[in-house]
């Protein structure tokens, strides 16, 4: 079973398709592999590369939001690192 859904190439994040428990591998698309450093619930969203503070978070090819915090690969990027750019007018 795929652990993770990757999207086009400048994603940043990938969603989870079964529950990550910290230190589980996930296999990325060029062959590397991932170790989830935090618990991860199923369809939550794990970092596939470093994310500064302040830099648009990717998925499926859309931004999604901005990273409130620095998140490290393999972490769980949810409400406690990202803020939510949907319904904003103020962030471009």
Excluded: W
């Excluded at 990273?67 to 962030?91: F, K, M, T």
């Amino acid at each position: 079973m795929t652990k993770v859904i990757f999207g086009p190439e400048r994603d940043n994040v990938a969603t989870c398709c079964v529950p990550l428990a910290p230190g589980d591998t996930v296999k990325l698309p060029d062959g590397g592999t991932l170790i989830a450093l935090d618990p991860i619930p199923v369809y939550h969203k794990l970092a596939v590369r470093p994310i500064a503070a302040g830099e648009k978070v990717f998925k499926y090819g859309q931004p999604i939001g901005v990273a409130s915090a620095d998140i490290a690969p393999g972490a769980h990027v949810h409400v406690q690192n990202l803020e939510s750019d949907r319904g904003r007018g103020d962030r471009k």
